[in-house]
């Protein structure tokens, strides 16, 4: 039985090797743009694919959530509305588990919630077909250039590259290649694949902007339960110092840089952490795809269902667990009190 599935899943790598070809993919780590606007001093303003996938997560979220809420009923009956209230009841258990019973479980739960469900969005998404495999074709003067059949989306041509027999070639540096918008031959375009999709959280700001809404909202909500003074003492802490005892006083400073430090490592760490996982899961599956189109990558995106839900979840958690952390005052806090 073992050697049956072992030829069969051979003689399947091979069938979809000859047959299916997919170009090895170029892995860029900057979001690619597509659509310039203009420039302010400097600066040059574009909307870049990873833009366009994030808008896209929101307005799938907002459009799910007017659908869920427009004909609420008390006893619901639509599966939608008893979808979205399963969801919300088991996230504020979550919430409030950490946070207790109260104000802070109210106040946490919006933007922890928020956050969950906008990130998962965007994992799940960036698995779509069409993401980082339809888009604009420019022309290349080096490289690997592909053939793509061309689609007219009103005055926007854009390029996608066939599944079956996919052809490419390498130009050397400083070779020469046509302009990319002009057919080839009938009904094919050649240049280099700009996507108009790529999953939002492979752009490593899309992570790093949502950290800092995460971080500025505990900031704010330990400030707000401890007060500028009380908060601020967990960084810089005089007491000691001003009783007279420099040694602990100077402990006291030491610990106090620690916590700083720590405040904006939660940045990075928040940052790099979901980047790297979900920019790691596109070159996989683009890897998986290049060596064994269709069906032994299938195996793989369920992995990256599941990297995606996961990421999403520590996110939020270690949100909520931050804000937790914040809003409780520290020792020397209480034991000055008492």
Same mark, same amino acid.
């Given at each position: 039985?073992?050697?049956?599935? *072992?030829?069969?899943?051979?003689?399947?790598?091979?069938?979809?090797?000859?047959?299916?070809?997919? #170009?090895?993919?170029?892995?860029?780590?900057?979001?690619?743009?597509?659509?310039?606007?203009? %420039?302010?001093?400097? @600066?040059?303003?574009?909307?870049?694919?990873?833009?366009?996938?994030?808008?896209?997560?929101?307005?799938?979220?907002?459009?799910?959530?007017?659908?869920? +809420? =427009?004909?609420?009923?008390?006893?619901?009956?639509? =599966?939608?509305?008893?979808?979205?209230?399963?969801?919300?009841?088991?996230?504020?258990?979550?919430?409030?588990?950490?946070?207790?019973?109260?104000?802070?479980?109210?106040?946490? !739960?919006?933007?922890?919630?928020?956050? @969950?469900?906008?990130?998962? +969005? *965007?994992?799940?998404?960036?698995?779509? &077909?069409?993401? +980082?495999?339809?888009?604009?074709?420019? *022309?290349? /003067?080096?490289? %690997?250039?592909?053939? !793509?059949?061309?689609?007219?989306?009103? #005055?926007?041509?854009?390029? $996608?590259?066939?599944?079956?027999?996919?052809?490419? =070639?390498?130009? &050397?540096?400083?070779?020469?290649?046509?302009?990319?918008?002009?057919?080839?031959?009938?009904?094919?375009?050649?240049? %280099?694949?700009? #996507?108009?999709?790529?999953?939002?959280?492979?752009?490593?700001?899309?992570?790093?902007?949502?950290?800092?809404?995460?971080?500025?909202?505990?900031?704010?909500?330990?400030? %707000?339960?401890?007060?500028?003074?009380?908060?601020?003492?967990?960084?810089?802490? @005089?007491?000691?110092?001003?009783?007279?005892?420099?040694?602990?006083?100077?402990? /006291?400073? !030491?610990?106090?840089?620690?916590?700083?430090?720590?405040?904006?490592?939660?940045?990075?760490?928040?940052? !790099?952490?979901?980047?790297?996982? $979900?920019?790691?899961?596109?070159?996989?599956?683009?890897?998986?795809?290049?060596?064994? #189109?269709?069906?032994?990558?299938?195996? @793989?995106?369920?992995?990256?269902?599941?990297?995606?839900?996961?990421?999403?979840?520590?996110?939020?958690?270690? +949100?909520?667990?931050?804000?937790?952390?914040?809003?409780?005052?520290?020792?020397?806090?209480?034991?000055?009190?008492?």
């Amino acid at each position: 039985m073992n050697r049956r599935l *072992a030829l069969l899943v051979i003689v399947v790598f091979l069938i979809f090797n000859v047959f299916v070809r997919v #170009p090895f993919p170029e892995i860029l780590l900057p979001a690619e743009p597509v659509l310039p606007i203009g %420039k302010v001093g400097p @600066f040059s303003l574009v909307i870049t694919n990873t833009m366009l996938a994030t808008w896209l997560a929101m307005l799938i979220l907002v459009g799910l959530s007017f659908f869920a +809420t =427009r004909r609420m009923e008390l006893v619901p009956t639509g =599966r939608l509305q008893n979808l979205a209230e399963a969801l919300v009841e088991w996230m504020y258990g979550i919430v409030e588990s950490v946070a207790g019973e109260g104000r802070w479980a109210r106040q946490f !739960f919006a933007v922890v919630a928020t956050i @969950f469900l906008f990130i998962i +969005t *965007a994992n799940w998404t960036g698995l779509l &077909p069409g993401y +980082t495999t339809i888009g604009l074709i420019e *022309a290349a /003067d080096h490289g %690997k250039v592909c053939e !793509f059949a061309p689609v007219h989306i009103g #005055p926007i041509e854009v390029g $996608i590259l066939p599944v079956f027999g996919a052809v490419c =070639r390498d130009i &050397p540096a400083g070779g020469h290649h046509d302009e990319a918008h002009v057919e080839t031959r009938a009904g094919v375009l050649e240049g %280099k694949l700009i #996507p108009v999709l790529r999953s939002a959280n492979t752009d490593v700001n899309t992570p790093l902007a949502i950290a800092l809404v995460a971080m500025l909202f505990v900031e704010y909500w330990g400030i %707000k339960a401890l007060g500028p003074v009380g908060y601020g003492s967990r960084f810089f802490n @005089f007491q000691n110092l001003l009783r007279g005892r420099i040694f602990m006083g100077f402990v /006291d400073l !030491f610990i106090g840089l620690l916590e700083l430090i720590a405040e904006f490592a939660r940045i990075i760490s928040f940052t !790099f952490r979901l980047f790297g996982n $979900i920019f790691a899961g596109e070159v996989l599956l683009a890897s998986i795809a290049f060596l064994a #189109p269709l069906v032994v990558a299938l195996p @793989f995106y369920g992995l990256e269902l599941f990297v995606g839900f996961i990421q999403a979840a520590v996110f939020a958690m270690l +949100t909520l667990v931050f804000a937790k952390l914040a809003v409780t005052p520290h020792h020397s806090e209480e034991h000055h009190g008492h």
